[in-house]
């Protein structure tokens, strides 16, 4: 177990609504990254935060975007979903100063 | 983007067998890391190679890294069912933001 958990574990969504999904990162770990995952692939970079504040981005647009806050939990937030955005969501936390990242188990989204 | 790529996409080999992945990357990067996922679920970080190193070793695992073919693989020795599972390397964007980039993966499965 890494200590990053993720709710909720399963989530059904329309075409076009909103979503929030959130990540409790492990006690220290000040920099937070989210991944999309789509069946079949690896995980693709959305974006870190750092002390609250965005620290990179990847090639997603302004739809997704993120929230860090200082008890170490995180959301990430996505509008106007498209059917693309059904994936699994994985966030993970790591020390400022550390390259490996510990991994939450994910949250699967499929937008119908 | 993928930046790495897995080779094989699928592995399939008896237990007690060792089994070879390898991973090609794109850029310059400031280390390697290799990450193991059941099922769909969460990342497990396993190795981290640096890229001033040529080989490192965690129990029944062996990395080796060659810079200037830009590629690694991951040797698992001895292998058990339990080591069913898909694996990823992810090298980092070269820059200092700790963003991982991932490849498609290898899905390798232990037969009993």
């Known amino acids: 177990e890494t200590g990053v958990t993720q709710s909720p574990t399963h989530l059904i969504k329309t075409r076009g609504q909103q979503v929030t999904l959130r990540c409790s990162s492990q006690?220290?770990?000040?920099?937070v990254s989210w991944y999309q995952q789509a069946l079949g692939q690896g995980p693709q970079f959305i974006f870190q935060y750092y002390r609250e504040e965005e620290n990179g981005r990847g090639n997603f647009p302004p739809r997704f975007s993120g929230l860090q806050f200082p008890n170490y939990s995180s959301e990430l937030n996505v509008n106007a979903l498209e059917l693309d955005d059904s994936a699994l969501y994985l966030c993970a936390s790591s020390p400022a100063d550390q390259e490996t990242q510990y991994f939450g188990p994910g949250t699967r989204l499929l937008v119908l | 983007s993928q930046q790495g790529e897995e080779d094989p996409q699928a592995l399939s080999i008896q237990e007690g067998e060792n089994a070879t992945m390898n991973c090609s990357y794109k850029?310059?990067?400031?280390?390697l890391q290799w990450y193991r996922q059941n099922s769909g679920r969460g990342l497990v970080h396993l190795i981290l190679?640096?890229?001033n190193e040529r080989e490192k070793h965690s129990g029944r695992l062996r990395v080796t890294l060659d810079t200037s073919k830009k590629s690694s693989s991951l040797l698992i020795t001895a292998s058990r069912a339990a080591d069913t599972a898909s694996y990823f390397c992810a090298t980092d964007a070269g820059d200092s933001n700790y963003q991982l980039i991932w490849g498609a993966g290898t899905k390798l499965i232990i037969k009993p």
């Open positions: 850029t310059s990067i400031n280390n």
């Open positions: 006690s220290g770990h000040n920099t």
């Open positions: 190679i640096r890229s």
